[in-house]
């Protein structure tokens, strides 16, 4: 009797390495399991056969009542342990599949067009390329920047595991971890649902509250503050984080190619080697997925967290993607690395420092366990020795930065938009007039050198420099780009993902400040006390300090990053046209004067 398994997961097989696509609950029949190396062969519904990782199937026998249940305990026996909470695999989407080799050719080797967003191209080029919220799912029309009090994740936060199959196996060390709180941490203190981007909701348990959102820190029990504690103080602007002395920073290099089971799997791994040990630590883009979650979940609700470089299904051993997603991921590691929060983490730190394998796999899983996420992030936050703030003076504040951010961002596409234009025309049309500059002088000079005429020898050497020099600025000007206008554009992609994510760090804010207005009619139907209602506004009070705070770093950034990346791009653009000038003048000298 052939041999049925249940699909746990979804996998969708890479060509060329006989495997086999599956979809989570269908239905296989294993054919070989005895391949060894992680996988087995199986034929499912369709007659397809190709192998499957095991850990992706579960052997068991029919339930009693027949039809496509299972039997609990993975070897058929019909015990009676609940079936293991698969929930959070619901967020796997499968991925089209695309190309990008014809895509760059055909828009003048223009990597902004070559990594576009494509409504059926299945990946984007950046960390942000719909602001709107369209990478968690939603399929609204929401305007994220609309005055609005949800608490929904950021409209940057990554939906999940999946796009690439070589990033999501066996190694994230078992089934618990990945989720980083399972079905059963739920119940006792009530649990709320961070869901991402498909629906999937991931049980997360608070102490003795079952609010949510702000409420969830506005009312319930604080939780002590200790060495987490994240202290705000009064700057020359306004409120302002404690910045550590010394200034973190790290370098993400030496992409290598590793493999697996017996190389039917391959991934790259970088090196991430932090100024503070100088001890590299090796890293694939799946673990910095999984620290983006983490921060996220954990720092969410103050600090916005922009997201990680797009995943990509096809093409991702080609020299230039892994080029242009290093690139991307050392950005995104600069930019926590400026952030005090984010920078002094422990998720953080275990990230850049951990010592072994073993040290990894602990530091992981005491991240995923920690209850300190969400909205309960602002009891860790002390504005010391600081007066309460008022709530009109805060709520002014908060417009006037939410309009700001809102026509940064229109300014930031605008941006994006005309220069991605004009690295088109560079890489196109315009190197192709300077071309046919060039060819028509030396057409010129071959026609008068065919006159026969003896002494319009310097004249005709002249007008075949003076075309070659054409052809030589024709090729400065395809060039260009990727020594100025690059930086620029790359600098904008990540404030564009970066802008993206406020309206929701905001909008917790205006939740809480919402949830205070209420205080007296919260006491008048005795749903809280008057001692509630002044804690709440003093709470209320912490969470201002701590969007101000967040507000004055992301302007002190700002100004420092379009500072440094003008003076380059217009440093870059004087080297250029002042090259072109010499060469021109060195056409110029070879004609003599009458």
């Known amino acids: 009797m052939a041999t049925k398994a249940q699909v746990l997961y979804d996998f969708t097989a890479e060509p060329g390495n006989n495997e086999l696509s599956v979809r989570e609950g269908e239905t296989v029949t294993i054919t070989n399991a005895k391949i060894g190396g992680g996988w087995i062969e199986a034929q499912n519904s369709r007659g397809e056969t190709g192998l499957v990782p095991e850990d992706y199937i579960e052997v068991g026998k029919p339930s009693a009542g027949g039809g496509g249940g299972w039997g609990a305990g993975g070897g058929g026996g019909g015990g009676s342990a609940a079936p293991l909470d698969l929930s959070f695999f619901d967020s796997r989407p499968t991925t089209a599949t695309s190309t990008t080799t014809d ?11 070559a990594f576009s967003t494509d409504a059926s191209g299945g990946f984007s080029n950046n960390w942000a390329a719909q602001p709107q919220g369209t990478e968690t799912g939603r399929t609204s029309t929401h305007d994220p920047w609309a005055s609005s009090t949800h608490t929904q994740p950021h409209p940057q936060a990554y939906q999940g595991p999946g796009a690439e199959d070589d990033e999501w196996d066996d190694e994230w060390d078992d089934m618990k971890s990945t989720g980083g709180y399972g079905e059963s941490e739920a119940g006792e203190g009530g649990a709320i649902n961070r869901g991402g981007a498909s629906g999937t909701s991931m049980k997360i348990k608070f102490p003795s509250f079952s ?3 702000p409420e969830l820190y506005l009312l319930s029990k604080p939780a002590p503050k ?6 705000v103080y009064m700057g020359e602007v306004g409120p302002i984080w404690s910045y550590p002395e010394a200034a973190l920073d790290c370098v993400v290099a030496d992409p290598k190619k590793g493999s697996k089971m017996y190389g039917l799997k391959s991934y790259i791994e970088y090196q991430v080697t932090p100024n503070t040990t100088n001890r590299p630590v090796n890293h694939r883009y799946k673990h910095f997925d999984w620290l983006y979650e983490r921060l996220l979940d954990k720092f969410g609700s103050a600090v916005p967290i922009p997201s990680l470089p797009d995943k990509q299904v096809t093409g991702r051993f080609e020299e230039e993607f892994i080029k242009m997603r290093m690139e991307r991921l050392q950005g995104w590691m600069t930019r926590m690395c400026r952030h005090p929060v984010i920078a002094t983490s422990d998720v953080f730190q275990l990230f850049i420092s951990y010592k072994d394998e073993k040290d990894w796999k602990l530091g992981k899983r005491k991240a995923e366990k920690d209850e300190t996420v969400g909205a309960m992030i602002f009891s860790t936050i002390d504005p010391e020795g600081l007066p309460d703030l008022e709530p009109l003076e805060v709520e002014h504040k908060c417009e006037q930065f939410n309009r700001f951010t809102k026509a940064m961002d229109d300014g930031v596409k605008d941006l994006l938009t005309v220069g991605q234009e004009h690295w088109k025309r560079c890489t196109g049309p315009l190197p192709k007039e300077y071309q046919r500059i060039g060819k028509a002088f030396q057409n010129l000079s071959s ?4 006159s026969g005429y003896e002494g319009e020898a310097t004249l005709t050497d002249a007008l075949t420099e003076a075309g070659k020099t054409y052809e030589e600025i024709a090729q400065m000007v395809a060039e260009q780009p990727r020594k100025d206008l690059h930086f620029l554009m790359e600098t904008n992609n990540e404030y564009k993902g970066l802008l993206g994510c406020f309206p929701d760090t905001i909008g917790v804010h205006k939740a809480a400040i ?7 009619k919260l006491v008048a139907t005795s749903k809280i006390t008057p001692a509630d209602k002044v804690t709440m506004a003093k709470r209320a009070s912490t969470m201002s300090y701590a969007l101000q705070a967040e507000m004055n770093h992301f302007h002190s950034n700002r100004i420092y990053d379009y500072n440094r990346v003008m003076r380059l791009y217009l440093e870059e653009q004087a080297k250029f046209y002042e090259t072109i000038a010499q060469k021109l003048r060195n056409a110029h000298s070879q004609f003599t004067a009458m």
Do not use: I, T
């Open 211 to 213: 609010k949510s959102g």
């Open 103 to 113: 895509s760059q050719a055909s828009n003048g080797n223009d990597p902004w067009a």
């Open 447 to 450: 026609v008068f050198n065919s």
């Open 226 to 231: 200790g060495k987490d504690r994240l202290l």
């Open 514 to 520: 919402e949830k205070v207005k209420e205080g007296d």
